[in-house]
């Protein structure tokens, strides 16, 4: 799934990865929404939509895709993707919402820290872990 959603197409056309600040964001993404590099001219000239997909390929790395279930692509946009249809949308929609958060809460606090590791693997896991036990099913 891919948008323009407004706040976290700032996040991409500034280059920066979404930071986890809080507990929304480690509801459904396991660490910060990571931001592509840039492409090339010669990967846009030879095929930019085929060298889009591969450069969230490349950046998500060894990463679960279900941990990680958006990516913004750099001077472009998010992308997002789920089990199914409707929780790729969800997921888009989540981001855009943690995108705004970030955004708002680094204006009040410049000098705020990700949250802790501790907390983050909490409220990730309690919901998509192997023993998980909250929220809707």
């Known amino acids: 799934m891919h948008t ?3 706040h976290a197409t700032a996040w991409a056309q500034a280059g920066l990865a979404i930071p986890a600040l809080g507990t929304t964001h480690a509801d459904y993404f396991f660490g910060d929404i990571p931001c592509t590099r840039a492409l090339s001219a010669q990967e846009v000239d030879e095929g930019y939509e085929l060298n889009t997909g591969k450069v969230i390929i490349e950046t998500l790395g060894e990463a679960n895709p279900l941990h990680t ?4 692509v750099y001077q472009h946009g998010p992308f997002s993707w789920g089990k199914d249809a409707h929780e790729a949308v969800h997921n888009a929609v989540v981001m855009e919402e943690v995108a705004r958060m970030a955004w708002i809460a680094r ?5 705020l820290q990700p ?13 998509h872990g192997p023993n998980a036990y909250y929220g809707q099913k």
């Open 4 to 6: 323009h959603s407004t």
């Open 69 to 72: 279930p958006g990516i913004v």
């Open 107 to 111: 204006g009040i606090n410049p000098r």
């Open 115 to 127: 949250i802790d590791s501790w907390l983050m693997e909490k409220h990730f896991l309690r919901k």
